[in-house]
């Protein structure tokens, strides 16, 4: 009997894996904890799972660590999901040198409080150089945000003679967004049951597979990520094609 990762197919992974880490909140309340007891509890996960994707050979994985929605939560915990963040970035930048790992982030990092902004400048020029695996943090992040800020641009390059409005495409477009360059996801898992996008990448997953599991962020191992792959490859994916069409191309 083949275990979970044996039975993913390492020719057909998905380039770019994109996760909504949910639950954390709800997990710590089931153990009577603080909500803040569940982030903390989610870093483990984080460096499950990005593990497991630098070892199989995923290029991308963007990870949905804060929206620009969750700075409406109560004071206390944004406070606390902030300086978890600028603790877990300065505690694991060692291992993401160690593993070839480099560091990206995508969204309003100038809202971000400056010490944390300071530490993910520092991290992500520490290691730049690193070819494994990009892991992507949206923070501060809305894709509502980032198609607005987008557009914005290139008005003012239209105004400025730059570029003619005939001249605006796609290609055009996905250069202005925060993710220029890297290749849409093709999967994206969503934890703790909800099924919902939540402003999310809403451009970039416009032909995503889409995984939703009940487990809970902080209980999110490996072997959860393995059965998204694999469900992932179990799907045929048409792009607006038949099935007999993708079957048999030409
Ligand atoms: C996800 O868990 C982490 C962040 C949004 C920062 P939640 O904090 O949303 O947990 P629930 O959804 O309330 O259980
Ligand atoms: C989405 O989770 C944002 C992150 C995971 C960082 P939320 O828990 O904030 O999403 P909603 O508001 O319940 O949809
Ligand atoms: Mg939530």
Same mark, same amino acid.
């Given at each position: 009997?083949?275990?979970?990762?044996?039975? +993913?197919?390492?020719?057909?992974?998905?380039?770019?894996?994109?996760?909504?880490?949910?639950? !954390?909140?709800?997990?710590?309340?089931?153990?009577?904890?603080?909500? +803040?007891?569940?982030?903390? !509890?989610?870093?483990?996960?984080?460096?499950?799972?990005?593990?497991?994707?630098?070892?199989?050979?995923?290029?991308?994985?963007?990870?949905?660590?804060?929206?620009?929605? %969750?700075?409406?939560?109560?004071?206390?915990?944004?406070? /606390?999901?902030?300086?978890?963040?600028?603790?877990?970035?300065?505690?694991?930048?060692?291992?993401?040198?160690?593993? %070839?790992?480099?560091?990206?982030?995508? *969204?309003?990092?100038?809202?971000?409080?400056?010490?944390?902004?300071?530490?993910?400048?520092? /991290?992500?020029?520490?290691?730049?150089?690193?070819?494994?695996?990009?892991? #992507?943090?949206?923070?501060?992040?809305?894709?509502?945000?980032? +198609?607005?800020?987008?557009?914005?641009?290139?008005?003012?390059?239209?105004?400025? *003679?730059?570029?003619?409005?005939?001249?605006?495409?796609e290609?055009?477009?996905?250069? @202005?967004?925060?993710?220029?360059?890297?290749?849409h996801p093709?999967?994206?898992?969503?934890?703790?049951?909800? @099924?919902?996008?939540?402003?999310?990448l809403l451009w970039q997953l416009a032909y995503a597979?889409?995984?939703?599991?009940? #487990?809970?962020?902080?209980?999110?191992?490996?072997?959860?990520?393995?059965?998204?792959? +694999?469900?992932?490859?179990?799907?045929?994916?048409?792009f607006?094609?038949? *099935?007999?069409? #993708?079957?048999?191309?030409?």
């Amino acid at each position: 009997m083949k275990s979970v990762k044996e039975q +993913i197919d390492l020719n057909r992974l998905p380039k770019h894996i994109a996760v909504i880490m949910d639950g !954390n909140g709800r997990w710590a309340k089931s153990k009577g904890a603080s909500r +803040i007891f569940g982030h903390q !509890n989610g870093v483990k996960s984080v460096k499950e799972t990005v593990e497991a994707c630098a070892e199989i050979g995923v290029e991308y994985l963007t990870l949905y660590a804060f929206s620009t929605e %969750n700075w409406n939560r109560p004071a206390e915990e944004v406070q /606390a999901l902030m300086e978890l963040l600028i603790k877990t970035i300065f505690d694991e930048t060692p291992t993401l040198n160690k593993n %070839n790992i480099r560091l990206l982030a995508i *969204g309003d990092i100038k809202s971000l409080p400056a010490k944390c902004q300071e530490q993910l400048a520092s /991290a992500m020029k520490e290691t730049s150089k690193n070819t494994r695996l990009s892991l #992507v943090l949206a923070l501060s992040y809305s894709s509502k945000w980032e +198609i607005m800020n987008a557009i914005k641009q290139i008005a003012q390059d239209a105004k400025d *003679g730059k570029l003619a409005p005939e001249q605006i495409n796609e290609v055009i477009f996905e250069n @202005h967004l925060s993710t220029a360059g890297m290749p849409h996801p093709e999967l994206m898992i969503r934890t703790s049951g909800e @099924h919902r996008i939540s402003n999310f990448l809403l451009w970039q997953l416009a032909y995503a597979e889409f995984y939703f599991t009940d #487990v809970m962020w902080p209980d999110f191992r490996r072997e959860d990520l393995y059965k998204a792959i +694999i469900s992932y490859q179990q799907r045929e994916r048409r792009f607006g094609k038949t *099935g007999e069409q #993708v079957k048999q191309p030409n």
